[in-house]
């Protein structure tokens, strides 16, 4: 039997500027809560432009962000692509796109009201 594939992809714009966003990703005590569910690896660090991991738990495969600017601000991409993993719900892709969207939506209202 194969494993469920996992493929989530989301962008959403902040007004802000890449630096600021990047630097969100550097407190590893908060991607933790964000991904609780994911045991990640960095793979790739892109400085400005984001950052890569492959990820086991949940989902097993890799895990992107990518800064991308935009205007007078960034498109924040999210990517995620690999497998259902072991015990994983089967609605595990569903549950990380929530989480996410809750995250990023978070630090946009934060962020953007900081350069108010």
Do not use: C, N, S
Request: hydrophobic share 45%.
């Amino acid at each position: 039997m194969t494993a469920a594939r996992v493929d989530i992809v989301d962008d959403t714009y902040l007004r802000v500027a890449p630096a600021v966003v990047r630097g969100w990703f550097d407190d590893d005590e908060r991607l933790t809560r964000l991904w609780p569910h994911l045991h990640r690896t960095l793979v790739r660090d892109r400085g400005v432009k984001g950052l890569r991991w492959t990820v086991d738990g949940a989902v097993v495969g890799e895990m992107e962000v990518w800064i991308e600017p935009w205007w007078d601000g960034v498109i924040l991409h999210h990517y995620v692509r690999g497998t259902r993993g072991r015990g994983a719900p089967a609605d595990v892709a569903r549950r990380h796109q929530l989480r996410w969207k809750r995250a990023v939506h978070a630090l946009k209202d934060r962020l953007e009201e900081a350069t108010l």
